[in-house]
């Protein structure tokens, strides 16, 4: 009797641990697809895409109106272009953002990446948390770290190492380097944190 307990008992276990298996395989194979990055991606209005915005694109991707994708790698051209992770390549769009790093160059009215920039970023408003390259646009942030050089109307960056050229006013936490405008501050510079036209940091 005990033995037939410990045989039963055995062919439950056996078949728990088959099934497990064969579910966990499924869900492997159907998640699977979307972690392949695609070639091409359409969209219309997200979530009315080709793929799903779980999807990396390394390609081309065409947003008539707005998509959104997880990893982004090529040519992206559109109204309004989101990128979830990372993005790495041509971005021309009215409205760019990056929830996590660039590398490459964006073109639009809006650009923003959330994490570090690394290249150009070219429109009315720039903004990057941290920045590795060039701001040209009437409104350049880079919000922390700054090796870069920021062209506009007025430029903001936490610390930087370069220069902001901003026909009205430029806004340094600290500074190594040069600002070149009507208004030039460096927040954390005593006793003279304000001068006119030039102002240098070392």
């Not at 008992?9 to 697809?33: R, Y």
């Not at 994490?115 to 880079?142: C, F, H, M, P, W």
């Not at 109307?153 to 600002?179: E, F, T």
Request: with cysteine; hydrophobic share 40%; glycine share 12%.
């Amino acid at each position: 009797m005990k033995s037939i307990l410990q045989t039963g008992l055995l062919l439950v276990t056996l078949t728990i641990f088959c099934s497990g298996s064969a579910f966990s395989a499924e869900t492997n194979s159907e998640a699977t697809p979307q972690e392949v990055p695609k070639s091409f991606q359409l969209s219309l209005w997200h979530p009315a895409q080709i793929f799903k915005s779980e999807t990396s694109i390394t390609g081309f991707r065409l947003n008539l109106l707005y998509g959104m994708n997880r990893n982004f790698t090529g040519l992206d051209i559109g109204i309004g272009n989101k990128v979830t992770e990372n993005m790495q390549g041509l971005q021309f769009g009215l409205l760019n953002s990056v929830d996590g790093n660039q590398s490459g160059w964006q073109d639009g009215i809006i650009n923003i990446v959330k994490g570090r920039s690394v290249g150009l970023q070219t429109g009315l408003y720039n903004s990057a948390d941290e920045l590795k390259g060039v701001q040209i646009g009437l409104l350049n942030v880079a919000d922390k770290n700054a090796k870069a050089f920021q062209f506009g109307l007025v430029n903001h960056a936490g610390k930087i190492s370069g220069v902001q050229i901003g026909l009205l006013y430029n806004s340094a936490d600290s500074l190594y380097g040069a600002q070149i405008g009507l208004l030039n501050f460096i927040w954390t510079r005593e006793p003279v944190r304000f001068l006119p036209i030039i102002n240098l940091g070392f």
